[in-house]
């Protein structure tokens, strides 16, 4: 426990073999529970956390068990039941797990998943510690690019600031540059940027980084069985906490790179695949959050601004087409509709992107 806060941490796995031990013997001792999620791992990567879980047991009294979802019905706890109704009703949603134990005296649990990805055996995880009212869960990689020394710095807003989501920010680091290899900052720092503009969280600057700390009330607020399976998951589980108004906070990490993890992503491959992810989880933003929930000027803003760029469209072709490929002209009239297009389109998007920081700004926080 950390400032009477229960602690879990969530440890996605994927033939860690070699790993998931150093990762599992250097947990911090305020750490409770220890969930491994192995995601259908083909070598021993179970065989490797069942050993642990022999020797590793509670070392203190405290008693972690499920919430029961078994409520009488009286007139003022309907909502509860039909809420406990409906997390029954999405097990289905998961991808087809076992839990290998689930002991109250085990502080190492495991559950295996199959071959799924990293987000839904995050999402796998969470669900484990929301139903078991953890108070924090944390995620750290089953590879050992994690340190965990910085574990408790990464947890402490949660449990006594009160924040919602804690991320580590390795590009923070003076380092950075030279640590983290080339290719992978360059595509952090692209995929960071469409991610403020799809999240609302305007000043997260290390998106990608997966050593996160959330809260039980987060937790509660997002579907979990809805997060983006695979690697674009950190993009769109910030999406879905703007959307439910959590709190943000971003501290100081090391990268960390060459302690014999083996990387399973392909930038070139992730780049595209999450670019379009992060374009989806911007509409439905400002679908959910500046309409249906609340309605926001700074919906008409960014849907008009869209709308003229696209309306402008034609109208770009044609001028480039006519004048610089053939040499020829437009009439005075089509340049000032593209002119008059191009301006009001960057006018109104450049509105809505105002107001957006403006109405998020309250749930960036600062400081440690």
């Given amino acids: 426990m950390l400032n009477g806060k229960t602690i879990a941490v969530t440890v996605p796995a994927y033939n860690e073999e070699n790993q998931i031990g150093m990762v599992i013997e250097s947990m911090p001792d305020f750490v409770d529970r220890i969930v491994v999620v192995n995601d259908g791992s083909r070598d021993n990567t179970a065989e490797v956390v069942k050993d642990y879980i022999k020797k590793d047991k509670v070392q203190d009294p405290l008693v972690i068990a499920r919430k029961s979802l078994i409520l009488e019905e009286t007139i003022y706890n309907r909502a509860d039941i039909a ?4 997390r029954e009703g999405e097990e289905s949603k998961y991808p087809k797990n076992e839990i290998y134990n689930d002991n109250e005296t ?10 799924s990805g990293v987000g839904a055996a995050i999402a796998l995880g969470y669900k484990w510690c929301r139903d078991h009212e953890i108070d924090c869960t944390a995620v750290m990689a089953g590879d050992g690019q994690m340190d965990p020394s910085e574990l408790e710095g990464i947890v402490s807003p949660v449990v006594e600031r009160g924040i919602d989501y804690v991320k580590g920010n390795r590009l923070s680091h003076p380092a950075a540059k030279i640590v983290v290899p080339q290719i992978r900052y360059f595509g952090n720092n692209v995929l960071s940027l469409m991610t403020k503009i799809a ?5 997260v600057s290390d998106t990608q980084t997966g050593y996160t700390a959330i809260s039980l009330a987060a937790l509660n607020k997002i579907d979990l069985y809805d997060i ?9 589980i910030l999406v879905k906490l703007n959307i439910a108004s959590c709190t943000l906070l971003e501290v100081p990490i090391k990268p960390v790179y060459n302690v014999g ?13 999450i670019s379009w992810l992060l374009i989806k989880c911007f509409f439905k933003r400002l679908w959910h959050k500046y309409l249906l929930d609340s309605f926001h000027p700074l919906f008409l803003m960014y849907i008009l601004g869209i709308m003229m760029g696209i309306i ?3 109208f770009f072709v044609k001028l480039v087409i006519d004048v610089l490929i053939k040499g020829g002209t437009v009439t005075i009239g089509w340049y000032i509709t593209f002119l008059l297009l191009t301006l009001f ?10 107001m957006d920081m403006q109405d998020n700004h309250k749930l960036e ?4």
């Fill in 261 to 273: 993890e083996q990387s399973k992503m392909k930038i070139f491959k992730v780049i595209p695949k």
């Fill in 83 to 86: 809420l406990n109704k409906m």
């Fill in 199 to 203: 999240s609302g969280y305007w000043s």
């Fill in 365 to 368: 926080k600062t400081g440690r």
């Fill in 228 to 236: 983006y399976p695979s690697y674009g998951c950190p993009n769109d």
């Fill in 106 to 115: 085990d502080r190492i649990v495991l559950i295996t998943q199959e071959n």
């Fill in 312 to 314: 402008n469209i034609p």
């Fill in 345 to 354: 389109s960057f006018q109104s998007v450049s509105f809505g992107m105002w």
